[in-house]
T-cell receptor, first 115, second 117 residues
């Protein structure tokens, strides 16, 4: 089955600098890669996703890149702000393969934005 | 974005009682909903997949008689923790998959903190 590895587990970044979180996946059939942000005591919130037919997607300060050949994808946050502090999860799945196909999550990255 | 609600947000119960948690998709239909459990500082652990109108599919090691799932409509799934014990204390989170065009997108609820005394 699919396995998603996520690095680093913890990341501290000075406010205003960029943060990069990297993930790899094992199932070459995976074609949908969402990223979630989870704040303390809350449910995960979808912040951006990418499908395998594109290599990059950007939404304001957040961007995601996908390298299908190498089977890795990354989240980039630019101009970091204190409210970016949270746990970020990458995930992978086979879109539309079966009705109850599962999303496989990485173990998460705890991002600290330092003042 | 799509909204998923959970109720209650927090519940404290005595050992041996049952607790029901509701998960609703508020502005979209969800033929598939998922139930997760999350321990402190850990990733989400999938417990079961809930399909509208059919039996839930449980992950290995999850007791289906202990964690009863009902998905009676396209906007509501419930998780009942039966005969709860302190080891069932956890953060339970549901997610709903939009049945529309982008059927792979999952939206999460805010979670339910269960404490069993």
């Amino acid at each position: 089955g699919e396995n998603v590895e996520q690095h680093p587990s913890t990341l501290s970044v000075q406010e205003g600098d960029s943060a990069v979180i990297k993930c790899t996946y094992s199932d070459s059939a995976s074609n949908y890669f969402p990223w979630y942000k989870q704040e303390l005591g809350k449910g995960p919130q979808l912040i951006i996703d990418i499908r395998s037919n594109v290599g990059e997607k950007k939404d304001q300060r957040i961007a995601v890149t996908l390298n299908k050949t190498a089977k890795h994808f990354s989240l980039h946050i630019t101009e970091t702000q204190p409210e970016d502090s949270a746990v970020y999860f990458c995930a992978a799945s086979r879109s539309g393969a079966v009705r109850d196909d599962k999303i496989i999550f990485g173990k998460g990255t705890r991002l600290h934005i330092l003042p | 974005g799509a909204v998923v609600s959970q109720h209650p947000s927090r519940v404290i119960c005595k050992s041996g009682t049952s607790v029901k948690i509701e998960c609703r998709s508020l502005d979209f239909q969800a033929t598939t909903m998922f139930w997760y459990r999350q321990f402190p500082k850990k990733s989400l652990m999938l417990m079961a997949t809930s399909n509208e109108g059919s039996k839930a599919t449980y992950e290995q090691g999850v007791e289906k008689d202990k964690f009863l799932i009902n998905h009676a409509s396209l906007t509501l799934s419930t998780l009942t923790v039966t005969s709860a014990h302190p080891e069932d204390s956890s953060f339970y989170i549901c997610s709903a998959r939009d049945s529309g065009l982008l059927a792979d997108t999952q939206y999460f609820g805010p979670g339910t903190r269960l404490t069993v005394l």
